[in-house]
């Protein structure tokens, strides 16, 4: 079984995540595409699969980088 499923079964379905700051968004971006951290990618996966709409350009902002970085760990961590 992949990292990546490992992740999702563990996370699971329900749950709710807070958007982070734009900054802390970056900090897990470099963190999973540069450094391919498990920890960083599964904190992206539930900010990814549980965050609220985004209401402002911030929250927009940063979701594009969570975004970015689910996309890019999920290819990886799917062959892992």
Same mark, same amino acid.
């Not at 709710?16 to 470099?30: D, M, V």
């Given at each position: 079984? +992949? ?5 999702? &079964? ?11 700051? %734009? ?15 498990? +920890? ?5 996966? &539930? ?11 911030? %929250?927009?902002?940063a979701?594009?980088?969570i975004?970015?970085?689910f ?10």
């Amino acid at each position: 079984m +992949s990292k990546y499923s490992q992740i999702s &079964k563990r996370i699971g379905w329900e749950g709710h995540c807070a958007i982070p700051s %734009e900054t802390e968004a970056l900090k897990l971006f470099n963190s999973v595409v540069n450094q391919h951290c498990v +920890s960083a990618f599964e904190l992206v996966f &539930k900010i990814h699969r549980f965050a609220p709409t985004p209401d402002s350009q911030e %929250e927009f902002r940063a979701m594009e980088t969570i975004n970015e970085a689910f996309r890019v760990g999920s290819q990886y961590f799917k062959q892992r």
